[in-house]
């Protein structure tokens, strides 16, 4: 027969850690401090509560001692106003029986009537009680040497806590807390400083290298980064300088080879020849233009009206009998850009638009930011969610009518994104919510002058 724990079905509870690792380093040093903060002011109550009660008791015992001495050699009539000078915060004396209580002790009330046993020695004999009540409470009863009754009445209690320490408790907590926290950011500050220089990372756009000071693995590590960007770097270079090296051999006797098939007979293989080489061509100079995108800020930046700027565009397209039209108010603005860059991003928005879509409209506006945002929108079929980013890399094409059959080479989008980040922005399609399909590019611009 199985048998089902009581607690099957109850989910466990897991103590989730926060998610940053400075929170985390905070949480486990301000814990640990505070455990050894704890420990330590306990070890100082005790150490303060045991000599505190060693003092007490040892002035009990000296006290009582020559407290019952002077009553006991004073006349009867005159104890009662000596009981006053007598009497401490902590015990004091009374004449007669005192209160009736009971014989059980606590163990603190033993090391206290010891005490006064050894004070009082065997001459006068008591007998120690505790009377009920809600703190502790205890008579020593005994008789004087001419048979007076006299009760030592005690309420042993520990001197309350000075006013001044809770607030220092408080200072030094609030200390432990900006402590782990200063550890805490300067540990961490390298490894955001690496993090930042990652995301600044542009190896069209040589940057500051990241410096190289610190700690010695603080040090290592930034020498490492700067080292591997620089690899990269080259990498991409030589790259990009074999793309364009090979795109502008080919040019030559792709020339020589199309001249030939325009000398040859008129024919079906002929057309089909001339066709291929064209395709081709138009490979080759997508090539090296790509190439030459990878280096978008050699150009100069120059002043342009941009409203102007994009009018002159959509007019071109119109006079050639295509459907490109502006949308909304052109924002007024002097814009600092490299205008060919600008200009061979918006024609290749614009060509795939009227391509996919047969028709493009183009928008622009300043973003609250103060971000200039260029939108060019279609009514095409879109692309699917899970392949608006794949589309920027190189020679990528999709199924459907984003195919070779239609002139694409694969890289329009990747010239236009490399452009994008050589003019300090960025580029993406999304597809449209506005209407039943489409695809909007959009191009956002950081820097406007």
Request: with cysteine; aromatic share 4%.
């Amino acid at each position: 027969m199985t048998t089902r724990s009581a607690d099957a079905g109850v989910p466990r509870r897991v103590l989730r850690m926060p998610r940053t690792l400075g929170a985390r380093l905070f949480l486990i040093f301000l814990a640990a401090l505070a455990l050894a903060h704890i420990l330590s002011f306990a070890v100082l109550f005790l150490e303060r509560y045991t000599a505190a009660r060693a003092v007490m008791l040892d002035t009990l015992e000296n006290d009582v001692a020559t407290s019952v001495a002077i009553l006991d050699r004073l006349p009867a009539a005159e104890r009662p106003q000596w009981l006053a000078p007598l009497q401490r915060d902590t015990y004091g004396y009374v004449i007669g029986e005192g209160r009736a209580g009971i014989p059980e002790l606590s163990p603190r009330a033993q090391q206290i009537a010891a005490r006064i046993r050894a004070a009082l020695g065997g001459r006068y004999p008591f007998t120690m009680q505790t009377v009920p009540g809600p703190r502790e409470h205890l008579q020593a009863h005994l008789r004087l040497s001419d048979g007076s009754a006299l009760t030592v009445d005690l309420h042993p209690a520990m001197k309350p806590l000075t006013q001044w320490l809770p607030y220092v408790l408080v200072a030094q907590l609030l200390l432990l807390v900006l402590c782990s926290w200063f550890a805490v950011r300067l540990a961490l500050r390298p490894l955001a400083d690496l993090a930042a220089a990652a995301d600044r990372l542009d190896l069209g756009r040589p940057g500051p290298p990241l410096q190289e000071d610190g700690p010695a693995e603080v040090a290592h590590a930034a020498t490492a980064f700067n080292a591997m960007r620089e690899r990269i770097a080259d990498h991409l270079q030589e790259r990009m300088q074999i793309l364009a090296a090979v795109s502008h051999d080919l040019q030559t006797p792709l020339t020589r080879m199309r001249l030939r098939a325009e000398m040859a007979d008129p024919s079906s293989e002929r057309d089909k020849l001339l066709n291929d080489l064209a395709e081709i061509q138009r490979l080759v100079q997508e090539g090296i233009a790509y190439a030459r995108s990878a280096h978008g800020n050699d150009e100069a930046a120059v002043r342009i009206d941009l409203a102007s700027f994009l009018e002159s565009m959509v007019f071109d397209y119109q006079d050639s009998g295509q459907s490109v039209t502006l949308a909304g108010t052109l924002p007024t603005l002097a814009l600092i850009t490299r205008s060919h860059a600008l200009r061979r991003i918006l024609t290749n928005l614009i060509d795939n638009a009227l391509k996919f879509g047969g028709a493009a409209e183009v928008q622009a506006s300043i973003l609250p930011a103060g971000q200039l945002r260029i939108a060019v929108r279609d009514h095409g079929p879109g692309i699917p969610e899970d392949q608006l980013e794949a589309v920027f890399q190189p020679f990528v094409r999709l199924e459907g009518s984003r195919n070779r059959s239609t002139g694409g080479t694969g890289l329009g989008l990747a010239i236009a994104r490399q452009l994008a980040l050589a003019l300090q922005g960025s580029l993406v399609l999304r597809n449209r919510s506005d209407v039943p399909q489409g695809l909007e590019a959009e191009l956002v611009i950081s820097s406007l002058s």
